[in-house]
Nanobody
Framework: QLQASGGGLVQAGGSLRLSCAGSGRTFGNYAVGWFCQAPGKEREFVAAIDRSGGRTYYADSVKGRFTISRDNDKNMVYLQMNSLKPEDTAIYYC?????????????WGQGTLVTVSS
């Protein structure tokens, strides 16, 4: 189970960096994805990264604005969010994924709330 953190309140056009903490010596064996759930909407895919950090893919809505990265030595995955828009407001979650897919493979952990004001 992975735990997301780093959310907060930011103005439109601003930036935030979310963190996803994993545990255990096998963290580097898993691809990890970020997902978000806006009020009244279903949870949806945002971005994912492979085990080594060498390959990534994104939802069309965040391409060019968000960057996913990881540091396996620290058991962390990050989501750098730039040029934020009010429609990015959501609870963000991270989860293990099968690389190439856009759904979680494991259980959801605690999310982190991102609020973008206009």
């Amino acid at each position: 189970q992975l735990q997301a953190s780093g959310g907060g309140l930011v103005q439109a056009g601003g930036s935030l960096r979310l963190s996803c903490a994993g545990s255990g010596r096998t963290f580097g064996n898993y691809a990890v994805g970020w997902f978000c759930q806006a009020p009244g909407k279903e949870r949806e895919f945002v971005a994912a990264i492979d085990r080594s950090g060498g390959r990534t893919y994104y939802a069309d809505s965040v391409k060019g604005r968000f960057t996913i990265s990881r540091d396996n030595d620290k058991n962390m995955v990050y989501l750098q969010m730039n040029s934020l828009k009010p429609e990015d407001t959501a609870i963000y979650y991270c989860a293990v994924v099968n690389f190439g897919e856009r759904r979680p493979r494991g259980p959801w952990g605690q999310g982190t709330l991102v609020t973008v004001s206009s």
